[in-house]
């Protein structure tokens, strides 16, 4: 019942996450209003930045968008490791980023990236996630136990 309970909530979670994220992308479906016969509308489509933001995303974004981001990187981890379980038959990270991050709140990983890139200003190209996967998850984990 637990389990269940919980994975209704993660799934709850993504669909809200979900339709956070694509709201934009439904109003830019909305069709413009009529063009007059003089000029007719050409549109081109929008180009989307699927890069993985790194230091140089970071400091600039708000304390609201760090947590989003890494509430977005616990519910895919939360998600994944409900479906896969403890035992997944494929090879993942989820179990051992879990593990790693256990007991730290959001608060205390964005505070930990804060200070990575702050420390680091020649590493601003390296993404976010992996400086938490090197920061905090390999030093709890152990680099042996990853593979």
Do not use: C, H
Not at 8 to 19: I, N
Not at 88 to 106: A, S
Not at 114 to 137: A, C, H, R, T
């Amino acid at each position: 019942m637990l389990n269940s309970r919980r994975f209704a909530t993660t799934l709850l979670s993504l669909g809200l996450a979900a339709s956070l994220a694509g709201g934009s992308m439904v109003q830019a479906a909305n069709p413009a209003p009529p063009a007059t016969k003089a000029a007719p509308v050409q549109s081109t489509p929008t180009q989307i930045d699927l890069s993985f933001p790194d230091g140089e995303d970071w400091p600039n974004a708000t304390e609201r968008e760090k947590m989003a981001y890494l509430l977005g990187i616990r519910d895919m981890a939360t998600a994944e490791y409900q479906l896969t379980g403890p035992n997944p038959k494929r090879r993942t990270l989820v179990e051992k980023l879990v593990e790693g991050l256990d007991g730290m709140t959001l608060k205390q990983i964005m505070e930990t990236i804060d200070g990575y890139y702050k420390s680091n200003p020649d590493k601003q190209k390296q993404p976010i996630l992996e400086v938490i996967w090197f920061q905090l998850v390999v030093p709890k984990v152990g680099p042996a136990k990853i593979k």
